[in-house]
């Protein structure tokens, strides 16, 4: 059964990716350590798909604020997500380091995206649907 999402908004102050400095700017002495950093993460797919899987659950504000955004690139929103939860990398040094990465590391990465949002998506299903179920209960009393 196809469900459409909501757009849902959260304040940029609430959002855990915000919290934890994904959007903050490093000095050039951190920028380059970050980077090789972020190279090997990335490069392990398997790394990177379990920090995928933990952060999809874990940053509950910032996946419903982004991922039920229509327009938001799901698997590169959680990719980034996913290496500033496990190394405190600001995203756009992620994204240097994507473009490093040989075709086949980007795929496996990529995957895992898929898996990750797939894990959000079905357990924001059954949210919602608890959610949907307590307003139904209370209409009745």
């Not at 972020?38 to 999809?56: C, N, P, R, S």
């Not at 874990?58 to 929103?77: Q, R, Y």
């Not at 608890?130 to 139904?136: A, D, I, K, N, S």
Request: aromatic fraction near 14%; glycine fraction near 4%; charged fraction near 30%.
């Amino acid at each position: 059964m196809f469900m459409s999402l909501y757009r849902v908004y959260h304040p940029y102050w609430d959002w855990e990716c915000y919290v934890n400095g994904m959007w903050r700017r490093v000095d050039k002495s951190e920028y380059s350590k970050m980077l090789n950093d972020a190279i090997a993460f990335t490069g392990d797919h398997l790394k990177y798909g379990e920090a995928m899987q933990k952060v999809v659950l874990e940053w509950p504000k910032t996946m419903e604020h982004h991922l039920t955004n229509p327009s938001i690139n799901k698997k590169a929103f959680i990719g980034h997500c996913a290496v500033c939860y496990k190394l405190s990398i600001p995203e756009y040094i992620v994204r240097d380091a994507w473009k490093r990465l040989t075709d086949r590391q980007r795929l496996l990465a990529n995957l895992e995206a898929d898996r990750s949002y797939k894990i959000w998506i079905n357990e924001y299903k059954k949210k919602s649907r608890g959610l949907q179920e307590t307003m139904e209960v209370q209409v009745l009393f």
